[in-house]
Each structure stands twice: as C-alpha cells, then as structure tokens.
C-alpha cells in the first residue's frame, strides 16, 4: 500500500474494542480504568477498516484541571503519514477552546517535533529524581 492509499477514519473507541484495547502492549492501565476512558468518550482510534492503526487518549480536566493528552500511539509501519496529526486535530476539535496540554520525554524527538509542528509551546520540564530524561509538558491555547 502506498502512502497516497492509505485511507483511515478517526473514531472514539466503542465499548465493544474495549477488550482489543485492553490486550495491547501499550497499555499498563487496568481494563478497568480503560474502560472508564472508553465509556466518556476519551479515547480516539485511527482505523483501517477494523484495524486499529494509532490511539489516543484525551482526558478531560486531566491535568491540574486542565485538559490533557496522556497518550498517543501510531503503528510504527504507519509512522509519518499524518496520523499522528490527524489524532491531535481530532482531540483539539474535541475540548473546542480553553487550553490543551501534550506531555513526551525530552528524548522522544518525533513527539517533541509533532508538537512543535502543531503550534504547542513548552511550558515546563519535569524532573523526576534518578532519571535523567525529564518530561516536557507542551501546551496550546485552542
Ligand atoms: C509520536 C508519534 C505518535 C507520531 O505519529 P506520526 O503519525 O508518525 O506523526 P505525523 O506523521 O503526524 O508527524 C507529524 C510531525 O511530527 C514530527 N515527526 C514525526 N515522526 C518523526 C520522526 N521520526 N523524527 C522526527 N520528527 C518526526 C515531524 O515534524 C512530522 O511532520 P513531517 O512528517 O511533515 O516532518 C509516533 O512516532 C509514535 O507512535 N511514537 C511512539 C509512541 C510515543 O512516543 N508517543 C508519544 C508519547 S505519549
């Protein structure tokens, strides 16, 4: 498939892939608090059909009350063709207006360049002690 054929959807996941999505690698949450995330509506996929292609989780008043984007994942076989973007737009259309927040390692260069590629501004770094790759929080006011 060339990259022109690649057609996806963007979609809240329904209650019915909630297992699908509690199988992933990618997930360390319990099915249980996935499904919350589910249920309110708070988890976007990218689909191919009915193949999951990329993921995102957006969460309501998140973070310090504000909203936040607490995780984003692509397929790395799909990386770089606008998906990631796509997913981002979609959870900006979403809270509509206020502010939203992305939060990636220092050392993760494709989110940090998605981000500034998408008009977020680092806000802060979060040191954690005995780790020496600090989390940088990103944020756009919609
Ligand atoms: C970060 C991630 C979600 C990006 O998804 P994607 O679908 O590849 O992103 P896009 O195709 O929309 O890329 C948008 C921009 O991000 C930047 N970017 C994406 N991948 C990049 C890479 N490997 N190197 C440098 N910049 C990159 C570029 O600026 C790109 O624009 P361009 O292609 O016009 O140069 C994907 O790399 C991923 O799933 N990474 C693993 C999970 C992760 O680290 N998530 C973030 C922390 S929660």
Do not use: H, W
Not at 25 to 47: C, E, H, N, T, W
Not at 75 to 90: N, W, Y
Not at 105 to 114: K, Q
């Amino acid at each position: 498939m060339s990259e022109a054929d690649l057609v996806y959807q963007i979609m809240p996941a329904t209650a019915a892939e909630r297992e699908r999505l509690a199988a992933l690698p990618v997930f360390s949450m319990s099915a249980q608090s996935l499904g919350r995330k589910v249920a309110r509506g708070d988890v976007l996929l990218a689909k191919v059909g009915e193949e999951i292609i990329g993921l995102l989780i957006a969460e309501l008043y998140g973070f310090f009350d504000e909203n936040v984007v607490s995780l984003i994942i692509v397929d790395e076989q799909k990386r770089r063709r606008g998906i990631g973007t796509a997913l981002v737009e979609e959870a900006e259309k979403l809270f509509g207006k206020g502010k939203l927040f992305m939060a990636t390692n220092d050392s993760n260069a494709p989110m940090c360049s998605l981000c500034d590629k998408m008009g977020y501004v680092k806000v802060c770094q979060i040191d954690v002690p005995g780790e020496d790759d600090p989390e940088i929080v990103y944020l756009k006011r919609l």
